[in-house]
């Protein structure tokens, strides 16, 4: 929870203990004070412990408390680095809005503790247990309400954590390599079409050029889902035109041995023949785009290496279609390749498709890694996903796709304008 300059973390054990406490006294009130640390900055107060009074007063809407016979607790616990934080009460059969009650007695407070902005926290209580709480904080005459916030590292660490899970069941309870390869497919696939945004579409998909040559199969496609005229689906597989692929990966249980089986699979979708036209944006007429990059890269449940030297050395030996740009190792970390290109001089890539081509080839051609970063392991799958995300918003939209292009192939033609 956060006010607009103060976290505040309370450990569960904590507010579980408040939480008896307060179902205990019900249907009268209860409380007690608060015992914590604060950060260095100050920016983040840390509440470790209830400390309860020795003599109190409770009933329906009242709780006074004394700080008499508690010398002894309180020297103990600065021994381990703990001090006055804040007090607590709870509110029977009520809301957890302070009365002005409450605020009295905590300007009172304010003047007997060295701290300057107390803490306060409110627990409803009823007869089938907490209904709510708020924290407020003392200032300048005022209590000031803390608005619940999500934890985002938390989150994260969350959804890795269920992520990872789920690989390893797949990894230990399935025993056939190819059901096993599937189910780790499926679990990435679905992880992307979850919170990538509708614009891409994710899929196992082979991906086709207009002159009929195809790439190997890909595990996973992220591919353009608006402006993909066409999807062949035959015998189980799918058929997706190279000019409408984003990203594509390659799969693995383990990241040993396979960094240049990857490459030479991403490079069979990249050097596939690739269309773009004018198109009209917004109500006017563009000319062709040049081809953008497609992003490549792995994805593995864990990595057998000692650390990430490794890895590293295969990605500085790759070259050209064959480069791949990012990388997620569950269990490891995440990795993105940062490359100085070149673009090529004395080529138009809007004049025509071989220009196009010629200018991707030499973009690709051109990279040098100036750096190979890892993130650490408790986040890999979310910086590889933010990563992913930069990576895609970079590209923008693919080039659009000549139709007539593919048409060829079975000798006809559509007319493109209205």
């Given at each position: 929870m956060?006010?607009?300059?103060?976290?505040i973390?309370?450990?569960?054990s904590?507010?579980?203990?408040?939480?008896l406490?307060?179902?205990?006294?019900y249907?009268?009130?209860n409380?007690?004070?608060?015992a914590?640390?604060?950060?260095?900055?100050?920016?983040?107060?840390?509440?470790?412990?209830?400390?309860?009074?020795?003599?109190?007063?409770?009933?329906r809407t009242?709780?006074?408390?004394?700080?008499?016979?508690?010398?002894?607790?309180?020297e103990?616990?600065?021994?381990?680095?703990?001090?006055y934080v804040?007090?607590?009460h709870s509110?029977?059969?009520?809301?957890?809005?302070y009365?002005?009650t409450?605020?009295?007695?905590?300007?009172d407070?304010e003047?007997?503790?060295?701290?300057?902005?107390?803490?306060?926290?409110?627990v409803g209580v009823r007869s089938?247990?907490i209904?709510s709480?708020t924290?407020?904080?003392?200032?300048n005459?005022?209590?000031?309400?803390?608005?619940?916030?999500?934890?985002l590292?938390e989150?994260?660490?969350?959804l890795q954590?269920?992520?990872?899970?789920?690989l390893n069941?797949?990894?230990t309870?399935?025993a056939h390599?190819?059901s096993?390869?599937d189910?780790t497919?499926?679990?990435w696939i679905?992880?992307?079409?979850?919170?990538?945004?509708?614009r891409?579409?994710?899929?196992?998909?082979i991906?086709?050029?207009?002159?009929?040559?195809?790439s190997?199969?890909?595990?996973?496609?992220i591919?353009?889902?608006?402006?993909?005229?066409?999807?062949f689906?035959?015998?189980?597989?799918?058929?997706i035109p190279?000019?409408?692929v984003?990203?594509?990966?390659?799969?693995?249980?383990?990241?040993?041995?396979?960094?240049?089986?990857a490459a030479?699979?991403?490079?069979s979708?990249?050097?596939l023949k690739r269309t773009?036209?004018g198109?009209?944006a917004?109500?006017r007429?563009?000319?062709?785009?040049?081809?953008?990059?497609?992003?490549?890269?792995?994805l593995?449940?864990?990595?057998?290496?000692?650390g990430?030297?490794t890895?590293?050395?295969?990605l500085?030996?790759?070259?050209g279609?064959q480069?791949?740009?990012l990388?997620c190792?569950?269990d490891?970390?995440?990795f993105?390749?940062d490359?100085?290109?070149?673009?090529p001089?004395?080529?138009n890539?809007?004049?025509?498709?071989?220009?196009n081509?010629?200018?991707?080839?030499?973009?690709?051609?051109?990279?040098?890694?100036?750096?190979?970063?890892?993130?650490?392991?408790?986040?890999?799958?979310f910086?590889?996903?933010?990563?992913?995300?930069s990576?895609?918003k970079?590209i923008?939209?693919?080039p659009?796709?000549?139709?007539n292009?593919?048409?060829?192939?079975?000798?006809a033609?559509?007319?493109?304008d209205?």
């Amino acid at each position: 929870m956060a006010s607009s300059d103060l976290y505040i973390k309370i450990q569960t054990s904590v507010f579980n203990q408040i939480q008896l406490q307060a179902e205990g006294e019900y249907p009268n009130e209860n409380g007690g004070m608060l015992a914590g640390r604060y950060s260095a900055d100050r920016h983040t107060v840390y509440i470790e412990q209830v400390v309860v009074p020795v003599e109190k007063l409770t009933g329906r809407t009242t709780f006074k408390r004394n700080a008499k016979g508690l010398e002894k607790v309180w020297e103990q616990l600065a021994k381990d680095g703990l001090r006055y934080v804040g007090e607590w009460h709870s509110h029977p059969n009520g809301s957890t809005q302070y009365s002005s009650t409450d605020l009295a007695t905590m300007i009172d407070i304010e003047k007997e503790v060295t701290i300057a902005n107390p803490l306060l926290l409110i627990v409803g209580v009823r007869s089938d247990g907490i209904s709510s709480h708020t924290f407020y904080c003392y200032k300048n005459n005022e209590l000031l309400e803390y608005k619940k916030m999500v934890d985002l590292k938390e989150l994260f660490h969350g959804l890795q954590e269920q992520m990872q899970t789920s690989l390893n069941v797949n990894r230990t309870f399935i025993a056939h390599p190819s059901s096993k390869g599937d189910a780790t497919e499926h679990h990435w696939i679905n992880f992307l079409r979850t919170y990538l945004p509708d614009r891409y579409k994710v899929d196992k998909a082979i991906v086709i050029d207009s002159t009929g040559n195809v790439s190997e199969q890909m595990d996973i496609v992220i591919y353009d889902a608006i402006y993909t005229p066409f999807i062949f689906k035959q015998d189980d597989f799918m058929y997706i035109p190279a000019e409408s692929v984003y990203a594509v990966f390659e799969v693995k249980q383990d990241v040993k041995g396979h960094i240049e089986y990857a490459a030479q699979k991403v490079e069979s979708v990249r050097k596939l023949k690739r269309t773009s036209i004018g198109m009209v944006a917004s109500g006017r007429d563009t000319i062709a785009r040049p081809l953008t990059k497609i992003i490549g890269g792995i994805l593995t449940t864990t990595s057998s290496y000692i650390g990430n030297d490794t890895v590293k050395k295969q990605l500085k030996e790759l070259a050209g279609l064959q480069t791949l740009d990012l990388g997620c190792l569950c269990d490891t970390g995440s990795f993105y390749v940062d490359y100085n290109e070149t673009v090529p001089e004395g080529i138009n890539p809007t004049n025509n498709v071989n220009d196009n081509r010629r200018y991707i080839e030499q973009v690709y051609n051109s990279r040098e890694i100036n750096e190979i970063k890892f993130s650490d392991k408790d986040v890999s799958l979310f910086t590889f996903f933010l990563q992913l995300v930069s990576y895609l918003k970079s590209i923008g939209t693919v080039p659009a796709i000549d139709i007539n292009a593919y048409l060829k192939a079975i000798h006809a033609e559509i007319d493109e304008d209205i």
